[in-house]
């Protein structure tokens, strides 16, 4: 059994049910109170996500203010359960536009039962895809209320749909323009020592879509990863163009792509589905460019000043430029005042979390920037307690620059009917967990 | 249908129901003619029928005594909610006012009133009682209207039986419609009305559900006969479903259909297997080669969940050759691949299972799982992280290398939840080995500084870890040093229990770390366990320590405020080992603590103290070989976990018994909860404690206050035991006892409550308790003969416990007197004693109790485990036995059976 789950609530942060459904009788009814006063009220509460009380265990998740619990009673699938939530949430997410928290899970829950009813069925994990249930649940209902004859049924396929083979593309959809975009997403996470060696990074990059293309289109996608151009070199026998290639450590595939293909000819082709998805996501731990030097040095001056400086160097191709740039200084707590002075940016602190907050709207490449702060301490009495010393975090987005430096290199269309398409490709870098210890 | 209809109303309601359908079965002809006739709206028509004859207040009533009172189910998230009561009622009279309109609009105002009655649901209020008012709203062609109602209906249908007969009707006619989605819909709600008198009203719609043309529909139905199943097994096995279903899974072209069939039909014949030879081979049937191959092969048409049942299902298919591995990997190695991390994870054990007999290829596979893994675990949710990472430390233990040289995956962000912190920690640890050592141990102790103390705490025990399982601990040793001289209490109080475990392994290393912990003050040390290891390290290494006779004497000094008996105990052994060494210095120090440790309350101190005290009256030189005895370096400390645990676990990979890090069966089974509450540490399965202290001087009291047998002295010698009062030991029982108590101490520190359990047991034989309230002879002694002293301790029983399969389970009826007599439980054990059958452990309230027994043969080691449960409302005795010898368990059952049934008897 992967999951028969018995139940799934939906609870907000004071432990209010807010959606309650029920699949199986093999848990009691109470077990949205056994999970409030043995995991809510009690410091176990995100402990650990999968708890046993009696004998069901509870598998939560929080997602934003909204703890969703899954109970099942027998020995199940873990990871297929935290998935499917995960999935349903998307789902729920696709229906109300943006937003899952309590206020829309209020506003919404009659739909929500409507979905929870046709994504799992006594407990089983049923169609979980937007593009197929939204053919037949719809936020409106029944177009007319008025109506009192059962004229306005689904799309007559609806049905079929929910469970044919292609189950991520209906038939008959036409466009006028044909578009295809592209946004290869990276996130790098990096953890730098207070030495400055690189301790830990990688980045973890998504490869997202929007398709609006008409009828049953077949897509080829090539990206400059090393295994993929020596395939292809070696099927065409010619030597591989120099230039930079790409080890990626793992990839995994949207269900739109034919895997077989991908293994025995490494090309990504798929069929679609319409609207937008996530077609790849990939791990690359060799050779990252990392876009921002970070140059920390902090001293303790006595008892109650410290001095911080704080050097951040970009080194990015001079014609690019970085958006949101925030970097996160801690403080010791007891910090009574600041003073600082800045090359680019603006800088705060920030008592609610501790930290200095020097924010640059705009880097551009090749550049650096520089935070020297003086901090005085309130003395504190008694024994010295010393300061922990938490990483410095940053935040930012680099357009047009991929770390990994994963580049598409062609992505071709194919339909029966032989339209034009037009190609819209994009490449973001973001920072994941960007980590300096100071 | 009506006619149906009027018998089961006839026959469920109450009387004041009953008047009204004679008062129908009186009206006039055409009256009923009519209602036969439109057989759609007849159930509308009744009912308005009789609203019109009675007075509302009336009907309603009616419809409310039908009800059973509202179960206690009704339950208020938080005082801060509605009671619900008031706006119940008001829905109530809304509801009636739509149901027989027919204005335009009323969809609307009804959707309102549905969607207030569903929020009440959720809510918690019960909002049973507008059961009937929402079935007559429920004739509308709306869907959503349809879908509320059906919730609605399958939520409170099982608490009202009577009722749901209401919606019979109108559900069978929706799973008539022409439109699929409405007889999908309504079939679903048919099944999971989940009222077992009900179920002959599903047969037909779900045997045309089946054949249905619409695949949506045949999805629906085939879960369906799943639940018809589990409302009533027989009734679904006799209208041969399971069969119908086999051959949907079969040839049905439709992949969610035959993903459901899969489902069903695996859940439903697994259940079956227990007592059905031919449910059993339909089970097997299912793993048979050709079947496996069909599944896999189309596996790509399935979604994500269907594959990962269908993957589970591969994991028990026993591949005939090694071609058949390799074709089961080839088919499914593009599955690593996948989007969906279960699909990933199913695929991995599939593949580590298949390969387990294969070494070599086995090694390949954790080579090629690797990276998937890598990825799962950095992608997704720290939930998710969470996961994948239990199975990767579940990996790790038996595969070392696989992730040695990736560690730098397992370093903890700053952000992370701590229990992803906590299990990369442990990854961590496993991972370490000579060449990456270094920068692990540097990591973690980046993270002995870490503001989360839990965290910082397990990253110095993980550098412990790691130092106790490395031959060359050098760097590891400074490492531990500065912990103690960062000077935070936590930090000091986990190295020094750490110091302590590395000199038991490495004593050479005791030069380097003595001059650094004597260094440390033993006031600024209050946790038991830290104190401890420095109270161990001063007894151990007064030699080195100039001034370890003098602080000891200053902890032994303030021997009142020491409140860890743990503490206590280790500061008896150290003033003895001190005292061998450096015996001037000591002597008077030891005095002290001999004294105040017999006087102790706590009874293991007060035993020690005796103890040592004892020895050294008989012999100083001997006293030195039992307490101090040259030093032996520990080798390797126990591991927590059994190999044979281990791979069970193994073999539940990717499921809950990973993340508990224990077997399913701990947790599932329900013989294995109750009075064995499995305390939440990961990894701990003991018995806690409390059980058998629990009932051990609940015996003895109940001895002592009620059975009139004992004689005077004997009543002394009883309280002398638990009084502490040691003069009052009498010889026999002294020698007995001591010589037991002896090998104890020198084995292990504090004395496992098995000894007081056994002791007891002996004392009461010795009292001839057993012989009184023994029966006269029996008609026909037992071919077992049990040994009325058997003795297993606690740790034992569960293990044995764990490890037997039951070989008997049987059913026996108890006696009303033995019924009687077991309002006081303890009388029960007492008298199963008297029949050489000892309890371990029993918990439970009226009307259920647990009791757990075990015996052992006579002049054999085989023990008997033994399960009881008792019902006194019911009067019956379940037993499930589990021995080392099956064969002769029956005989031991019929032992079991008749001292059962002499309970209570005079």
């Known amino acids: ?438 | 249908i009506v006619g149906v209809f009027f018998f089961h109303l006839s026959t469920h309601e109450t009387p004041p129901v009953n008047q009204n359908i004679s008062t129908i079965l009186a009206a006039p002809s055409s009256d009923l003619s009519s209602i036969l006739s439109d057989r759609v709206t007849s159930r509308w028509f009744l009912l308005r029928w009789i609203s019109r004859r009675t007075n509302s207040n009336h009907i309603s009533t009616a419809t409310i005594s039908a009800m059973p009172p509202p179960a206690a189910s009704s339950r208020y998230p938080s005082p801060s909610q509605p009671s619900g009561k008031s706006e119940v009622t008001d829905l109530k009279s809304q509801l009636r006012q739509l149901a027989g309109s027919r204005a335009p609009g009323v969809d609307d105002s009804k959707r309102d009133l549905f969607k207030k009655v569903i929020s009440y649901m959720t809510i918690g209020i019960d909002v049973s009682s507008v059961f009937g008012e929402m079935v007559m709203c429920s004739a509308t062609s709306d869907i959503v209207l349809k879908k509320m109602c059906y919730l609605y209906v399958g939520n409170y249908a099982k608490g009202n039986p009577d009722l749901s007969l209401l919606t019979i009707n109108f559900l069978q006619r929706d799973c008539k419609d022409e439109d699929p989605m409405i007889r999908g819909l309504a079939l679903r709600s048919l099944c999971s009305l989940r009222v077992p008198n009900l179920v002959e009203y599903l047969l037909g719609p779900l045997g045309s559900g089946l054949k249905d043309n619409n695949s949506y529909v045949r999805t629906i139905a085939v879960t369906g006969v799943l639940k018809l199943y589990h409302i009533s097994a027989s009734t679904c096995i006799d209208a041969e479903f399971p069969a119908t279903l086999k051959s949907l899974m079969l040839h049905d072209s439709d992949a969610q259909v035959v993903a459901n069939c899969l489902a069903a039909l695996q859940e439903i014949w697994s259940l079956e297997a227990s007592h059905s030879e031919e449910a059993c081979r339909e089970k097997e049937s299912l793993l048979s080669k050709p079947l496996i191959y069909y599944f896999l092969n189309r596996i790509k048409e399935f979604n994500e969940w269907a594959q990962c049942l269908i993957l589970e299902l591969a994991v028990k298919y026993v591949p005939s050759d090694s071609n058949d591995i390799f074709d089961i990997m080839n088919l499914l190695e593009d599955r690593l691949q996948h989007a969906n991390g279960a699909v990933v994870l199913a695929t991995v054990k599939v593949f580590l299972q298949l390969t387990l007999s294969m070494t070599d290829v086995h090694q390949q596979v954790y080579e090629r799982i690797k990276s998937p893994l890598l990825t799962l675990v950095s992608s997704g949710s720290p939930e998710q992280s969470y996961a994948i990472l239990s199975h990767l430390h579940l990996l790790v233990v038996r595969a070392p290398f696989i992730f040695a040289s990736d560690y730098k995956h397992f370093y903890c962000q700053y952000n992370e939840p701590s229990y992803v912190k906590k299990l990369k920690l442990e990854m961590l640890t496993a991972i370490a080995n000579e060449s990456n050592t270094y920068e692990i141990v540097t990591e973690l102790c980046e993270y002995a500084a870490n503001v989360d103390i839990e965290i910082a705490r397990e990253s110095i025990r993980a550098v412990g870890k790691i130092a106790l399982q490395q031959y060359d601990v050098n760097a590891i040793v400074d490492r531990l040093l500065q912990f103690l001289e960062m000077e935070k209490d936590y930090v000091t109080a986990e190295t020094l229990v750490l110091v302590k475990d590395l000199l038991r392994k490495h004593p050479q290393w005791s030069h380097d770390c003595i001059s650094v912990v004597g260094g440390i003050s033993s006031k600024n040390i209050q946790e038991p366990k830290a104190k401890a290891a420095l109270i161990w390290m001063l007894g151990e290494y007064a030699q080195d320590m100039s001034d370890a006779p003098y602080i000891l004497e200053n902890l032994i000094e303030n021997w009142e405020e020491e409140h860890s008996a743990e503490v206590r105990l280790h500061l008896l052994t150290a003033a003895m080992k001190c005292f061998f060494k450096r015996a001037p210095e000591t002597q008077k120090a030891l005095g002290i603590a001999l004294a105040a440790g017999i006087a102790d309350f706590h009874q293991d101190v007060h035993d020690r103290a005796l103890f040592y005290y004892r020895v050294l009256q008989y012999d100083v030189h001997v006293a030195e070989r039992v307490v101090s005895p040259p030093q032996q370096a520990v080798s390797a400390f126990a591991d927590t976990q059994s190999s044979e645990i281990k791979d069970r676990i193994f073999d539940e990979f990717n499921s809950l018994s990973v993340i508990y890090q224990k077997p399913s069966y701990i947790f599932t089974d329900k013989e294995h909860r109750g009075p064995f509450e499995f305390s939440d540490e990961l990894g701990s399965t003991s018995i806690t404690p409390e059980v058998s202290s629990d009932i051990v001087p609940a015996q003895q009291f109940e001895a002592n206050d009620k059975d009139l047998l004992l004689s005077t002295d004997e009543k002394d010698d009883n309280k002398g035991l638990s009084s502490n009062n040691g003069s009052a030991y009498t010889a026999p029982y002294e020698s007995s006892n001591i010589s037991s108590q002896m090998q104890e101490l020198a084995i292990s520190g504090p004395a496992a409550s098995a000894t007081t359990t056994q002791s007891s047991f002996d004392f009461d034989d010795l009292l001839g308790l057993g012989l009184s309230t023994a029966p006269a002879p029996t008609p026909s002694p037992p071919l077992l003969k049990l040994n009325a002293r058997a003795a297993l301790d606690p740790r034992a029983f569960q293990q044995k416990w764990r490890q037997l399969p039951i070989s008997l389970s049987q059913e026996y009826s108890v006696n009303p007197q033995g019924i009687a007599a077991l309002t006081v439980p303890q009388s029960l054990i007492k008298h199963m004693q008297s029949h050489s059958i000892h309890c371990i452990a029993s918990g439970g309230q009226s009307p259920n109790f647990k009791f757990f027994f075990f015996a052992q043969k006579e002049a054999e080691p085989l023990d008997y485990l033994t399960e009881c449960i008792i019902n006194s409302s019911s009067a019956k005795a379940q037993i499930k036995v589990k021995a080392d010898e099956q064969s002769t368990s029956q005989a031991f059952a019929t032992v079991f059976e008749t001292a059962l049934s002499k309970f209570g008897m005079p």
Request: glycine share 8%.
């Open chain 1, 1 to 438: 059994m992967p999951v028969a789950a018995s139940a799934i609530y939906f609870l907000n942060l004071r432990g209010d049910v807010l959606i309650n459904r029920t699949y199986r009788d093999d848990v009691g009814g109470n077990m949205v109170d056994a999970f409030r006063t043995h995991i809510m009220q009690t410091k176990e509460l995100g402990n650990c996500p999968v708890r046993q009380i009696g004998g069901c265990s509870f598998v939560y998740m929080r997602i934003s203010n909204v703890y969703i619990v899954t109970v099942v009673s027998s020995n199940a699938n873990v990871a297929c359960g935290f998935k499917f939530v995960v999935e349903a949430v998307a789902l729920f997410k696709s229906y109300f536009g943006g937003a899952f928290d309590e206020d829309a899970i209020k506003n919404n829950f009659v739909l929500i039962y409507e979905l929870l009813d046709e994504i799992m069925d006594f407990g089983y994990p049923q169609n979980l895809s937007p593009e197929i249930l939204k053919l037949y649940i719809t936020q409106e209902g029944v177009r007319s209320p008025f109506s009192s004859k059962p004229k306005d049924k689904p799309v007559p396929n609806a049905t079929l749909q929910v469970t044919g083979a292609v189950g991520w593309r209906r038939e008959g959809l036409s466009y006028k323009k044909n578009e295809v975009f592209l946004d290869i997403v990276e996130s790098v996470n990096l953890l730098m020592s207070s030495k400055g060696n690189v301790l830990r990074c990688d980045v973890t990059g998504k490869v997202l879509m929007k398709c609006f293309l008409s009828g049953m289109p077949d897509l080829k996608l090539g990206l400059n990863d090393k295994i993929g151009l020596e395939k292809e070199s070696e099927m065409k026998s010619r030597p591989a163009k120099s230039g930079k290639t790409i080890e990626l450590d793992d990839v995994t595939f949207h269900q739109c792509v034919n895997l077989t293909r991908f293994n025995s000819e490494k090309t990504v082709s798929f069929v679609p589905p319409d609207g937008e998805f996530e077609l790849m996501k990939y791990r690359i731990t060799e050779g990252v460019n990392l876009p921002f030097r970070v140059l920390p040095t902090i001293k303790e001056l006595g008892r109650t000043r410290m001095e911080v400086n704080v050097k951040v160097k970009s080194v990015f191709g001079a014609k690019m430029f970085a958006l949101g740039v925030v970097v996160k200084i801690p403080v010791p707590k007891q910090t009574a005042k600041t003073n600082f002075q800045v090359t680019s940016g603006r800088a705060k602190y920030n008592p609610s979390i501790d930290c200095l907050v020097w924010k640059i709207r705009k880097f551009p490449g090749q550049t650096e920037s520089t935070l020297s702060a003086e901090i005085e301490l309130i003395s504190t009495m008694g024994e010295k307690k010393s300061w922990t010393r938490p990483p410095i975090q940053m935040e930012f987005q680099v357009p047009m620059f991929t770390a990994s430096g994963l580049r598409v290199r062609f992505l071709k269309v194919w339909e029966k009917s032989g339209y034009n398409t037009v190609e819209w490709v994009r490449y973001i870098t973001k920072a994941g967990s960007y980590e300096i210890r100071c």
